[in-house]
């Protein structure tokens, strides 16, 4: 069950999201629209003037597993590839290249079964980004890395060429390094803009970053 979210009006800008709020508020909601899973019940949505279904998106559910479909790692990743006809060289260049970056080239050949958490959501953001998508949309996935694995997702999120980079999480010290936040509650739409215009009004509650209260002085 997805909660509706009401959006009169808004305009995402180019480069990286973050999207917070309190659980139930309907962020998955938001992100489901965007990424073309769903459809708006009302309105519609554009990205540069098209809709979701007819851009190259790359998107990572908040439980990778539910979305894999291959045997193996390699072919998890290279799926993308193989859907658009890319011939299989070209491909398994492609997937051992961007493996090896990610620090996930030893996982290929193993069964994505035997994963990990934290295996599986670097995999499925491996997986979404290996066609260069315009549009990248990942749901609260980093909630299962640890340090080491969270910073090669940062690395490879920054590397993916995406134009609109938006992303689900509960770490408000990644959302304060976003380009913009959209703080959700309710089914709407709180907050929009940079993070300082955004957290200036969370002020004394848990969506304010530990990083910005000790920089700030306000304290825990």
Known sequence: MFRKVTIPALSIHPGRTAVIGPNGGGK???????S???LPQEGSITI???PPRQC?????????????????????IA?????????CSKADAIVTNL???AGIGHLLPRPVKDLSGGEKAIVALVTAVVSGPDVLVADEFDSHLDMETFEAAERLIAQSGASYSIQCTQNMNLAGS????????GGKVQHYGTPGEVFKNLAGTCFYPFDWRIRNGTGL
């Open 56 to 76: 190259e998106i790359g998107w990572v559910n908040e439980y990778p597993d539910r979305n894999m479909l291959f045997f193996s790692v390699k072919d998890e």
């Open 99 to 101: 493996a090896e970056k």
């Open 48 to 50: 540069d003037g098209v």
């Open 178 to 185: 976003c380009d913009h936040i959209a703080f959700i509650s």
């Open 28 to 34: 998955t909601s938001l992100l489901r629209v965007l």
């Open 36 to 38: 073309g899973i769903a």
């Open 79 to 87: 799926s993308p590839l193989r859907f658009r006809n890319v011939p």
